[in-house]
């Protein structure tokens, strides 16, 4: 599948399909198509094989991560090429992976799946650990990519990969991991001593990331987004994002006005 990405800050993807090739995308994010892609909506990502209910079981599991009942088929109907295009839903960066090229599969936060080539399933993957699941920043669900074709995700702000060596451990925001690969392991830690949770702006746990693999991290979380947006149309509503004081982290620390 060839493709090229538009764009800074606002992005959108081009896909070329051939005769005949299919990309399936998330309802609603396509930005246009030539004549001869046909389009349709159908349960799921497409992948199962089953009846109505293993449709359906599917289907639920892309509203637990996030996404709708229904994903949308673009397929090449006429001759030659041609061209089918999907946007961001919000600023930051289209991720084009591989699975081939990352052992089938990869892990990625809930909401961040785009587009793909058709037979890309969009499954689930559960945090097994209770302390991740509820500080980790994307809960216990997050997204399973699994597959052999292009998948393009979607993450907040800019991206940056990091290939993690056997047994090298990055901290990162919990919010700002993007995605990675099943043999990366996550976990937690705390942040530090009392001052750092109370005022540190940070919540109390690091997200820990060990190697080997590789893992993409974002520098905008749409949550984070979300709060600052909230807090100009709000004040006050959005303050205290990491601290546990909240308001009163803010007046302490002369954050309020």
């Known amino acids: 599948m060839d493709f090229k990405i538009h764009g800074q800050e606002m992005q959108f993807v081009e896909v070329e399909l051939d005769p005949g090739e299919s990309a ?4 609603g994010a396509m930005v246009y198509k030539d004549a001869s892609v ?49 946007a961001a839903p919000f600023p930051g960066t289209i991720l084009p992976l591989n699975l081939a090229d990352l052992g089938g599969g990869l892990i990625c936060q809930k909401d961040s799946f785009l587009a793909a080539a058709k037979g890309v399933s969009v499954g689930i993957h559960f945090q097994r650990r209770i302390l991740t699941g509820l ?59 009392v001052k750092s949770v109370l005022f540190g702006g940070e919540g109390l746990f ?37 601290s546990v004081l909240g308001p009163l982290g803010d007046i302490v620390m002369g954050g309020k006005r």
């Open 135 to 193: 500080f980790g920043g994307e809960g216990f669900i997050m997204q399973k990519l699994t597959g052999d074709g292009w998948v393009f995700a979607h993450v907040g702000g800019t991206v940056m990969e990091r290939q993690l060596a056997p047994g090298e451990v990055l901290h990162v925001d919990t919010g700002c991991v993007a995605a990675f690969t099943p043999d990366v392991d996550f976990d937690l830690v705390q942040v530090g001593g």
């Open 206 to 242: 690091f997200a820990t990331l060990r190697g080997p693999g590789r893992v993409w991290i974002q520098s905008l979380p749409f949550s984070r987004l979300a709060g600052r947006m909230l807090s100009a149309a709000m004040p006050g509503a959005g303050k205290g994002e990491g």
């Open 24 to 27: 399936i995308a998330e309802a």
């Open 38 to 86: 046909d389009m349709h909506t159908i349960f799921g990502d497409g992948t199962e094989s089953g009846g109505f209910l293993d449709k359906l079981i599917g289907a639920g599991k892309r509203v637990l991560t996030g996404e709708s009942l229904f994903t949308t088929v673009f397929t090449q109907s006429g001759r030659g090429k041609a061209r089918v295009a999907f």
